[in-house]
């Protein structure tokens, strides 16, 4: 799940992921975001979205050098049918299919593109079947910190921009409530907003994933 919150600190590891403390932080008048989950190995953080959001109608992803791939048409509140599956948790058995490009790599996941699948993201979930992971679409660009609450394993988070490309990647602690949030600008300094959030268990990112080198395309 995804919980927009006060912003928190990390240690940053090679190929801009950060390893985010459990340590709570006050939230302030900072707006409150249903919760995301996990994003796969070794980089990224979990978007989240705010309940006050406007969203375009629908969602797109804008790959470098590669045409745009139109999701499905989504409005703010209302989830994509996907067909029902066995080989999936209980949670995700009627979300969409996707296959997320990383620099090469494909990793089949679940697409968590409105406001309940954002909340139910990974929480709770031990293991992901047919899928590495959660591929949040938040529909919109995003400059607000998050947290990972209520995830029942490790997970790895990665943040792209609205054109796929690798911002930073996030290893946190578990955490059930009080978690650090953290974002691509609190992390780097200066403003990088974001749209898309993978969270997948720990180690499900290909190795030599790059800061603003690296990209995604959703297929």
């Known amino acids: 799940m995804l919980a927009l919150g006060a912003c928190g600190g990390g240690t940053e590891l090679a ?18 975001v249903p919760s995301a ?5 070794g980089s990224s953080l979990p978007p989240s979205s705010s309940s006050t959001r406007t969203v375009p109608s629908a969602s797109t992803l804008l790959a470098s050098s590669v045409p745009p791939t139109t999701l499905a048409t989504t409005r703010f509140g209302q989830c994509a049918s996907g067909s029902a599956a066995t080989d999936v948790p209980t949670q995700w058995r009627t979300w969409p299919r996707r296959t997320a490009v990383i620099d090469g790599v494909s990793l089949p996941v679940v697409l968590a593109d409105c406001e309940s699948r954002w909340v139910q993201g990974m929480r709770g979930i031990t293991n992901t079947g047919a899928v590495r ?9 995003q ?4 947290s990972v609450e209520g995830a029942a394993i490790d997970v790895d988070v990665a943040f792209f921009d609205a054109k796929g490309v690798f911002l930073i990647g996030v290893q946190p602690e578990r955490c059930s409530s009080n978690c650090k949030a953290f974002s691509p600008s609190v992390v780097r300094g200066g403003t990088y907003p974001y749209r898309w959030v993978i969270i997948a268990p720990r180690g499900t990112f ?8 690296s990209t995604l395309t959703v297929r």
């Open 15 to 32: 190929g801009g992921a950060t390893t985010a403390s459990s340590q709570s932080t006050t939230t302030g008048s900072n707006r409150t």
């Open 206 to 213: 290909p190795a030599g994933i790059k800061r603003d080198v």
């Open 37 to 41: 989950n996990t994003l796969p190995t």
């Open 133 to 141: 992971g959660v591929l949040f679409d938040l529909l919109t660009t």
């Open 143 to 146: 400059d607000v910190p998050v």
